[in-house]
């Protein structure tokens, strides 16, 4: 890496530690890209969340919870 990378890089780290700026997980920044695209599917969608294993887990925590009152526990993305 060249100084001046590590520079920008140096930067960056004090910024976000300084003004505590989240980054955004990287499946989020997908699933952004994927629902934008008008030629996306609800497939597409799955497959992004169901290759991080703690968004899949907290989503099918949240639909198989007494709130949606599903009949059938949902087991899979």
Same mark, same amino acid.
Not at 7 to 22: D, F, H, K, M, R
Not at 40 to 47: F, N
Not at 51 to 68: E, G
């Given at each position: 890496?060249?100084?001046?990378?590590?520079?920008?890089?140096?930067?960056? *780290?004090?910024? %976000?530690? =300084?003004?505590?700026?989240? =980054?955004?997980?990287?499946?989020?920044?997908?699933? @952004?890209?994927?629902?934008? @695209?008008?030629?996306? *599917?609800? *497939? !597409?969608? &799955?497959?992004?969340?169901? &290759? !991080?294993?703690?968004?899949?887990? %907290?989503?099918?925590? =949240?639909? @198989?919870?007494?709130?949606?009152?599903?009949?059938?526990?949902?087991?899979?993305?």
């Amino acid at each position: 890496m060249s100084s001046g990378n590590e520079q920008a890089c140096s930067i960056v *780290s004090l910024v %976000n530690e =300084t003004i505590g700026v989240p =980054t955004l997980p990287e499946v989020l920044v997908k699933l @952004n890209r994927i629902i934008v @695209n008008p030629k996306s *599917s609800a *497939s !597409d969608v &799955a497959k992004v969340i169901a &290759a !991080d294993p703690a968004v899949a887990t %907290n989503i099918l925590r =949240t639909v @198989n919870s007494a709130y949606y009152g599903l009949q059938v526990r949902v087991s899979s993305i």
